[in-house]
């Protein structure tokens, strides 16, 4: 009987998972799954954790059982390949050969919202973390929160919809909250922090975090570029999510691959820049997208396709066009506490109570399905399948719209 190719996927978040799914359903492959964590980390839920300890201990559930992978606690620290097979190093010093790896090591965010990998590794300490965090929040006679981005706003509004007399400002450096989202969503939050007793300044760039470090939030005094002190009980850093590659980076030497910002560069079609049989997806890489657990799964679905095609010598799909058609969409949203939130689907937006509700029940169809019911992994599929046929219809319409566009000014530019 032929030996089967051995799969290495690195990470087992959104992306990582979406493939180990999808390569298990082939059957042809060994696959393994390292993580330093014993658990899989619903992370979106993460604000409301720091409050809810019965929505940490939902969003924290263990790694599924799938045939064909076997689950490997480690964590990498680097990775050769000749193109052909390839071998990558644990911490642990352990070595793992494989003929295809995918790297989905997702991002790291601070303010104890997405830690390190290497720390936190059991269930039991991120939940006495969230717990630790929930604490100092409700000891805080002040919370500053820096960054007007989701995760910033999901913050703000959790800590006031459980403490509604809780003295919350939020800075921000750009001149409007949400800068990469639609008008409407901006205009949503803005309302709903005022509303809510939220005290919002904008257009303030910190350039002295005050010792504030990108672990767990705690009391600092803010120093802004223009020389203004901001201080406060508890500090939330809710800016500048990176790549969680710093592990592993030195492997990464060869021309072009990894970026500035640390993420890892890739093709067209998800391999890695001057690797052939490596893959990296999610959060780690570099493609032009909104980094969205919804938008990592769809990739790390075709970057498991494109292992099985490239191992057929087939021709690889290219992400995101093979999906959508053109240029990933606007995937995004918030919550403003359980009642409230925003929804944007390339150019559909949805305000109000609705998107709250949907990404409630979104969380709790996944983690059902990561726990391993197969009803709930029907479910979701189905799920995703119609997020991406209403994203490829709005970028189709964006393009004739683009086109027409276009051919409306060369008409008119046209001499008579
Ligand atoms: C507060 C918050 C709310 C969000 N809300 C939404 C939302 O509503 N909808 C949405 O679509 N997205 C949302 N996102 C974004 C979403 O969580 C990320 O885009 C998503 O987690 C990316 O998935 P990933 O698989 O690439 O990485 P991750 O989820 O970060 O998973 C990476 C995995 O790799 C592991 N890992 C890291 N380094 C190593 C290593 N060296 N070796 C082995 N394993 C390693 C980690 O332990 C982790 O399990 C939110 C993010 C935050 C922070």
């Not at 990464?252 to 691959?257: A, I, K, V």
Request: charged share 20%.
């Amino acid at each position: 009987m032929a030996t089967r190719k051995r799969v290495l996927l690195v990470g087992g978040g959104f992306a990582g998972l979406s493939a180990a799914r999808e390569l298990s359903a082939t059957h042809q492959y060994d696959v393994t799954l390292v993580d330093p964590k014993d658990y899989f980390c619903y992370v979106p839920a993460a604000p409301v954790n720091f409050l809810e300890g019965a929505s940490a201990a939902r969003s924290l559930v263990p790694f599924p059982t799938l045939p064909g992978v076997t689950f490997k606690q480690g964590l990498l620290t680097g990775i050769t390949t000749d193109g052909t097979t390839g071998e990558a190093t644990l911490q642990s010093g352990e070595k793992l050969a494989f003929d295809y790896a995918l790297l989905a090591t997702g991002s790291v965010y601070a303010s104890g919202v997405k830690p390190l990998a290497d720390v936190l590794v059991t269930r039991v300490q991120r939940l006495q973390q969230f717990a630790d965090i929930g604490s100092k929040i409700e000891k805080a006679a002040s919370v500053l929160i820096v960054g007007g981005g989701p995760v910033g706003i999901e913050v703000a509004a959790e800590i006031l919809h459980h403490f509604p007399a809780k003295k919350v400002r939020l800075v921000c450096a750009h001149s409007t909250l949400l800068d990469r989202m639609d008008p409407q969503a901006k205009e949503y939050a803005a309302k709903w922090l005022h509303q809510n007793g939220v005290d919002v300044v904008t257009g303030k760039r910190i350039s002295d975090w005050g010792g504030l470090t990108d672990g767990d939030p705690g009391p600092a005094t803010l120093t802004t570029t223009t020389g203004e002190r901001i201080s406060a009980d508890l500090v939330f850093k809710c800016v500048g999510v990176r790549p969680a590659t710093a592990l592993y980076a030195a492997s990464l030497q060869g021309p072009g691959q990894l970026s500035g910002s640390g993420a890892v560069a890739v093709e067209p079609t998800l391999q890695v820049v001057g690797w052939r049989n490596v893959f990296a997806v999610g959060d780690c890489n570099t493609v032009k997208e909104e980094k969205t657990a919804a938008l990592a799964g769809v990739a790390a679905k075709v970057a498991a396709q494109n292992i099985v095609l490239l191992d057929a010598g087939k021709e690889l799909q290219r992400y995101p066009d093979s999906v959508f058609g053109g240029p990933a969409p606007m995937v995004g949203g918030f919550t403003l506490g359980p009642k409230a939130g925003v929804m944007q689907m390339g150019s559909t937006v949805q305000a109000g109570g609705a998107p709250a509700k949907f990404k409630a029940m979104f969380g709790w169809i996944f983690v059902r399905m990561v726990a391993g019911s197969r009803w709930w992994g029907w479910v979701y599929k189905q799920m995703v399948k119609q997020m991406v046929s209403g994203l490829t219809k709005d970028v189709r319409k964006s393009k004739e719209a683009a086109a027409a566009a276009q051919a409306a000014n060369g008409a008119a530019a046209a001499p008579a």
